[in-house]
């Protein structure tokens, strides 16, 4: 497998962050974090490829 593409491929990043930001908006530290949780697992089922979901978990480590 390449490696994992990790630069910006949104059109608007900062569009991007601002929904993750306020997607948090009047939720506790605990429910932040299951959401969080409940993104995290959303999204690797979008990924749906186990080797590329490994690849990203490596990665997300290394920062």
């Not at 749906?48 to 690849?55: E, F, K, M, P, S």
């Amino acid at each position: 497998m390449s490696a994992l593409p990790t630069e910006n491929r949104f059109a608007d990043p900062d569009a991007a962050y601002a929904a993750i930001v306020d997607a948090h908006e009047g939720l506790s530290e605990a429910e932040s974090a299951a959401f969080d949780a409940r993104l995290v697992l959303i999204l690797a089922n979008v990924i749906g490829d186990l080797a590329i979901l490994r690849a990203a978990i490596e990665a997300a480590r290394k920062r």
